[in-house]
């Protein structure tokens, strides 16, 4: 056998401990996490993080305070460039991806403090999330040529679209500073949508809310889902949103996860209520 020639190689399927909706298993996974990890000085902030999501799911990342949660957003958004591992969205690895960039390839966060321009109006918040698709250039908008009201007239139809289908077209004009608690959260949402994401990431979305907000706040990521096909992962405590409406979650402790699957496996995963959910109580 000559030196140049090698003996046939067997190639083996890997077997993945990810898994995604039924549904989706036709396509691959919007957003795929392999063995990510940060390291701020010596410690360790997320260590081995492996999770995938189906292009239609609502997922969710939960875990104690301190867990890492937030942590694993900042990675996913490039806030935090990761000290290892990779990131994969729509099969495309961001590595050398930055904020801006992992927006316009398809992920939108919301934050845990709301995070709105209070002066501004609340159309006009949902137009600043336009500008991944809405452009008219510098020139046309200092000297207000043709492409600006074009531009503006645009932006405007796709505004108030967005806000009708939140039911929130008539505080279009109202500034967000005006508006409750649960209508600015919804406007932060809708902003994000604006970007036209195919991954929305909301952290802690129901910070703050009352019983009946957050049972409408359940509708409207069950309604984004539906309404514009896309995937939603979310970090929450409020265990009856987590399990009313996801279908994965993922638990995340000391910045590991140490347990996925469907809200009834988590409900009933011993680990998970020692380390999360309080240990069980000894007859």
Same mark, same amino acid.
């Given at each position: 056998?000559?030196?140049?020639?090698?003996?046939?190689?067997?190639? /083996?399927?890997?077997?993945?401990?990810?898994?995604?909706?039924?549904?989706?298993?036709?396509?691959?996974?919007?957003?795929?996490?392999?063995?990510?990890?940060?390291?701020?000085?010596?410690?360790?902030?997320?260590?081995?993080?492996?999770?995938?999501?189906?292009?239609?799911?609502?997922?969710?990342?939960?875990?104690?305070?301190?867990?890492?949660?937030?942590? /694993?957003?900042?990675?996913?958004?490039?806030?935090?460039?990761?000290? !290892?591992?990779?990131?994969?969205?729509?099969?495309?690895?961001?590595?050398?991806?930055?904020?801006?960039?992992? $927006?316009?390839?398809?992920?939108? !966060?919301?934050?845990?403090?709301?995070?709105?321009?209070?002066?501004?109006?609340?159309?006009?918040? /949902?137009?600043?999330?336009?500008?991944?698709?809405?452009?008219?250039?510098?020139?046309?908008?200092?000297?207000?040529?043709? $492409?600006?009201?074009?531009?503006?007239?645009?932006?405007?139809?796709?505004?108030?679209?967005?806000?009708?289908?939140?039911?929130?077209?008539?505080?279009?004009?109202?500034?967000?500073?005006?508006?409750?608690?649960?209508?600015?959260? !919804?406007?932060?949402?809708?902003?994000?949508?604006?970007?036209?994401?195919?991954?929305?990431?909301?952290?802690?979305?129901?910070?703050?809310?009352?019983?009946?907000?957050?049972?409408?706040?359940?509708?409207?990521?069950?309604?984004? !889902?539906?309404?514009?096909?896309?995937?939603?992962?979310?970090?929450?405590?409020?265990?009856?949103?987590?399990?009313?409406?996801?279908?994965?979650?993922?638990?995340? $402790?000391?910045?590991?996860?140490?347990?996925?699957?469907?809200?009834?496996?988590?409900?009933?995963?011993?680990?998970?209520?020692?380390?999360?959910?309080?240990?069980?109580?000894?007859?």
């Amino acid at each position: 056998m000559s030196k140049f020639q090698k003996e046939p190689v067997k190639l /083996v399927p890997v077997p993945s401990t990810n898994k995604i909706p039924e549904r989706d298993i036709d396509k691959s996974p919007i957003l795929e996490c392999r063995h990510l990890g940060i390291d701020f000085g010596g410690l360790s902030a997320v260590k081995d993080f492996n999770m995938a999501i189906g292009r239609t799911e609502i997922a969710g990342l939960i875990g104690p305070n301190g867990a890492g949660k937030t942590t /694993v957003f900042n990675l996913l958004t490039k806030v935090y460039q990761p000290t !290892r591992g990779t990131i994969l969205l729509d099969g495309m690895d961001t590595n050398s991806m930055n904020t801006v960039q992992v $927006n316009k390839a398809g992920i939108a !966060r919301t934050f845990q403090n709301i995070r709105l321009f209070n002066n501004l109006t609340v159309e006009d918040n /949902v137009k600043l999330g336009l500008h991944n698709h809405i452009n008219c250039g510098m020139w046309s908008s200092i000297f207000r040529l043709p $492409n600006y009201w074009s531009a503006e007239k645009k932006a405007h139809e796709e505004a108030m679209e967005l806000l009708s289908i939140f039911d929130m077209g008539y505080l279009a004009k109202f500034k967000a500073s005006s508006l409750p608690y649960g209508a600015q959260r !919804r406007l932060e949402i809708v902003r994000a949508l604006a970007t036209k994401p195919s991954l929305l990431l909301l952290d802690e979305p129901a910070a703050g809310m009352n019983p009946s907000e957050t049972a409408e706040l359940m509708e409207t990521i069950v309604k984004i !889902r539906d309404t514009f096909n896309i995937a939603i992962l979310l970090i929450e405590h409020d265990m009856s949103l987590v399990m009313g409406i996801c279908e994965g979650i993922a638990v995340l $402790n000391f910045g590991q996860i140490i347990a996925k699957g469907t809200p009834d496996e988590i409900k009933n995963n011993p680990v998970v209520i020692e380390a999360y959910l309080g240990k069980q109580k000894e007859a």
